[in-house]
């Protein structure tokens, strides 16, 4: 069954300073790979998601992600945080098989960014 | 012209109530989705619809029984509610399988607190 981990609770990132989450995957084929972002009482926002091709992919805001098979991870970055990006990132991946696939979600982390 | 949106958006009640969190979406999906986020924050898959049919259902009390009147709605209805049945309650929608070449759309969730 497929996972997700990401590592960092909460992280907090100085406003203007670059950013960086982390997210590992346990899948055994080739992962579909998401990345949402949850504001206070808010719903999931996607940021963006990798299916195939080029493994950087850019999303809204300002975000991207790269995919490292080798690594099995998918990290989020953005060069510049803004203090309206402090919320909840949840990475997500999904099967490639056929049927009736679902997201599995990591347990989220939390950006903080101070002034 | 909200894509999913849930009602209500907060619901208090007292244990043993019965109660019903609707979903709509206007997207034109064939797929529904009911997600449980917990007190951490932790998301986890409960129901999947999919043209009507339930296709997932994952380990969930049988006092939950989601209901889909048609492909743009989603209901869940909660029999005898429990303290531990508090949490942020999110309906979703896909066009296919989320996760499988396909993201899902949240709604801004329903926020039950059980006293």
């Known amino acids: ?115 | 012209d909200t894509a999913v949106s849930q009602t209500p958006k907060y619901l208090v009640t007292q244990m043993g109530n019965d109660k019903s969190i609707k979903c709509e979406q206007n997207l034109g999906h064939d797929t529904m989705y009911w997600y449980k986020q917990d007190s951490k924050k932790f998301l986890k898959i409960m129901f999947s619809y999919n043209n009507k049919e339930l296709i997932i259902n994952e380990t969930v009390p049988n006092r939950f029984s989601p209901k889909s009147p048609d492909k743009a709605h989603l209901n869940l209805h909660i029999n005898s509610l429990e303290l531990g049945d508090s949490a942020v309650y999110f309906c979703a929608s896909s066009q296919g399988a989320a996760g499988y070449n396909t993201e899902a759309f949240f709604g801004q969730g329903t926020r039950l607190t059980v006293v």
């Not at chain 1, 346990?26 to 990345?35: D, I, K, Q, R």
């Open chain 1, 1 to 115: 069954a497929q996972s997700v981990t990401q590592p960092d609770i909460h992280i907090t990132v100085s406003e203007g300073a670059s950013l960086e989450l982390r997210c590992n995957y346990s899948y055994g084929a080739t992962p579909y790979l998401f990345w949402y972002v949850q504001s206070p009482g808010q719903g999931l926002q996607l940021l963006l998601k990798y299916f195939s091709g080029d493994t950087l992919v850019q999303g809204i805001k300002g975000f991207e992600a790269e995919f490292k098979r080798s690594q099995s991870s998918f990290n989020l970055r953005k060069p510049s945080v803004h203090w309206s990006d402090a919320a909840e990132y949840f990475c997500a991946v999904g099967s490639s098989g056929s049927g009736y696939s679902t997201l599995t979600f990591g347990k989220g982390t939390m950006l903080l960014v101070s002034p």
